[in-house]
């Protein structure tokens, strides 16, 4: 059974920082791309971050460089969020694809976890 499953999400006051970790489980975690995507309320989803982990190939969108840094370890991956804004306020999913490349296409993903909320205080 293919598994993912968010960890890490909770509140964090206006310039924070915050680790979320999504635990794989089900396939041959090298042979993904694994993407943290997040939903504003009221706001579609977005990706975020991607990381192949067969070459360490990463993608962060623009609005988020700098400030988050994506990694993977045994069947984990982390995504490392600093200088936290109140606008970063979301449910935060992570989702496999098997495609490999750099780029971060929500339709491409093939399995999702159940996201985990994130809220960022002012």
């Known amino acids: 059974e293919v598994r993912l499953v968010e960890y890490g999400g909770g509140l964090v006051q206006d310039g924070g920082s915050l680790r979320l970790s999504c635990s794989v489980s089900g396939f041959r975690f090298e042979d993904y791309k694994i993407g943290w995507f997040r939903q504003a309320p009221g706001k579609a989803r977005e990706a975020i971050s991607c990381?192949?982990?067969?070459?360490?190939s990463t993608y962060y969108v623009d609005s988020m460089k700098g400030r988050v840094t994506i990694s993977g370890d045994k069947n984990t991956v982390y995504l490392q969020m600093r200088s936290l804004k109140p606008e970063d306020t979301a449910v935060y999913t992570c989702?496999?694809?098997?495609?490999?490349?750099?780029?971060?296409?929500?339709?491409?993903?093939?399995?999702w976890g159940k996201g985990t909320l994130v809220t960022v205080a002012s």
């Open positions: 990381l192949s982990v067969h070459d360490g």
């Open positions: 989702a496999a694809d098997i495609n490999k490349g750099s780029n971060c296409y929500e339709h491409a993903m093939d399995y």
